[in-house]
């Protein structure tokens, strides 16, 4: 596959017919395998061979993406750290400034998406572009990061829709004293729901996301529209400028940063589409513009959301302190002055939150599955493997299911802790942005000829980079405090140890096998042309 050459791409399959890309060039689909001849000709530069099927298109994977980041759910979900730091007009501004802050980073990503589409995302972007002498060892290091990254979010995910439960039980019957390992085993309840979507549905995924992304849309809009006619609303000038520090930090604009990590979340695994990469058909054009749709799209709708959220917080402290524990289901209840109204605008919203679960799952997988594919991980013969029948990383979904099942446990311990894995994996995420993005910035300093791209940023491209590692980096000083002021030992953000632990372990066995097996696909690259 690595030798295939242009002639015989030109010469494709016999039951070939005319694909019309957008991408304005000549471009003929092949099959639903192997997609068409710029996916052909990409997978050979890359020296990958084609082993899952292209199912998804233009619109079946935005409705993907955009279900994966499910940003105005999102906003409902996590709003109690902005809340708590920086009250609503932290909340209100914060998210701006985090949604103009990524509008850089993903198109960043999404031309690097165009350059080389394949499902290892940062860490084979890092290998193509860093310098050769760091290449080798950064590309290693993104890709541990990055399964890490995605891990984490199957388990924050799959922890929020499982909280959400608990809320709904808590609402309908008062007496109900929610435990944490109640929660954890609805935490493993919603991953066999994504396993069986991912093993033995995959084929119908992106029908499946196709139909959720519609719920997307209009639940935005049924939430939104009770919630404008029937609530009590706070007034304009608060909403929009008391910025509040309920934490206690002592520092009002402190406090309000802090609050922006909550915002900086909803963002996180905006490239999810790139990790599917090889399962969509045109991927060099459809991947970047599908990143910059759901950033606009879902960053908009979060942000209207987010003030909608706000003018019903006519009690800030009293949302905070519900003994529904999930602020936006008291909020519902107040709303409507209904059990059933909350009911129902919260089943709402778990039905995608489960669905973006699977789709998280998903992404994650494939991210980890290249990884291996590239011996980056022990074993990698056996996670870096296509089931035959199925035409998916089956070993990797049941590895990323594990994992999130083993993690789930410190929910037992400590529901606060676990609730901190949120900053693991914003850490790990934002880690892997900052590292490939500088390495595109440095290529174009340097002067150095980029890879084609169907989503090339031009002259803009070096200001854009810039701008998005500085806000990065900004964003990154914030992930590892704690969620509130002299935290005891279970208040503590653990989530540095756990980030140190991957850094620790991936460096040991960097340098005890992974160096003599990992040489970074960059050098698959070089055979593949």
Known sequence: MANIGDAKIATSHVDSEPYNSEGGEDNVFISEKEGTTADRRDMARMGKRQETRRNFRHITILGFTMVILSTWEAQLSTAVYALGNGGTAGLIWGYFIVFIGFGFVVASMAEMASMAPTSGGQYHWVSEFAPPSA???????VGWLGVLGWQTATATVSYLAG??????IKLNYPS???????????????????????????????LVEGIIVILHIAGFFAILIPLWVMADRAPTKDVFTLFVDNMGWGNVPLSTILGFVGAASSFVGIEAGAHMAEEVRDAAYVIPRSMMWTWLG????????????????TDTLGVLMTPLEVPFIQVFYNTTGSVGGA?????????????ACVAVMAAGSRQL???????????????????????IPLNAIVLTLIFVVILSLINIGSGVAFMQIISLGVSAMLT????????????RIRGEPLLPSKFNLGKLGLPINIIAVLFLLFIYCFVFWPTAPHPTASGMNWA?????????FASIYYVVRARHRYVGPVEYTRKGQ
């Open 135 to 141: 290449q080798r060892f950064l590309s290693y290091l």
């Open 163 to 168: 909280h959400q439960i608990q809320g709904l």
């Open 176 to 206: 109900y004293e929610p435990k944490a390992w109640q929660g954890t085993m609805l935490i493993w309840a919603i991953l066999a729901i994504c396993l069986v979507f991912n093993a033995f549905f995959s084929k119908r995924l992106p």
């Open 298 to 313: 879902n960053g908009l709708f979060g942000w209207i959301m987010g003030i909608t959220f706000c003018y019903c917080v």
């Open 343 to 355: 009911t129902g605008m919260t089943v709402l919203m778990l039905i995608i939150a489960i669905f």
């Open 369 to 391: 599955f290249a990884f291996a594919r590239d011996q980056g991980v022990p074993f990698s013969g056996f996670f870096g493997k296509i089931s035959p029948s199925a035409e």
């Open 432 to 443: 892997t942005y900052i590292i490939s993005i500088s390495c595109v910035a440095l290529k």
């Open 496 to 504: 540095i140890l756990i980030y140190g632990s991957v850094l620790i």
